[in-house]
Nanobody, 120 residues
Framework: QVQLVESGGGLVQPGGSLRLSCAAS????????MDWYRQAPGKQRDLVAT???????NYADSVKGRCTISRDNAKKPVDLQMNSLKPGDTAVYYC??????????????WGQGTLVTVSS
């Protein structure tokens, strides 16, 4: 069993910063791509940022230049540093990982989400 647990969400004023973290645990052989998604109330879940296990990154246009995704393969977590936050960034943020388990199964795992609220 593989689990992802997000942390770091909260209330922040416009223009502020937050750092989200996603910790992975369980029967993990290797983690390939790790992603951050977000879902605002009444909207679909959208991809925010992706990082491969080689360190290649990709960002949604809406966050490009304001967010940085990073990971430490030795410790398995993935972080999302968010700066210059706007009210439109308010959403539940989810971590997702493509994992190969110790018994060689390919699984896609989601975390439970962490709420980010940007408001004055």
């Amino acid at each position: 069993q593989v689990q992802l647990v997000e942390s770091g969400g909260g209330l922040v004023q416009p223009g502020g910063s937050l750092r989200l973290s996603c910790a992975a645990s369980g029967s993990i052989r290797i983690i390939y791509d790790m992603d951050w998604y977000r879902q605002a109330p009444g909207k679909q879940r959208d991809l925010v940022a992706t990082i491969t296990n080689g360190g290649r990154t990709n960002y949604a246009d809406s966050v490009k230049g304001r967010c940085t995704i990073s990971r430490d393969n030795a410790k398995k977590p993935v972080d999302l540093q968010m700066n210059s936050l706007k009210p439109g960034d308010t959403a539940v943020y989810y971590c997702k990982a493509h994992v190969v388990t110790t018994d060689y199964r390919n699984v896609e795992v989601w975390g439970q989400g962490t709420l980010v609220t940007v408001s004055s």
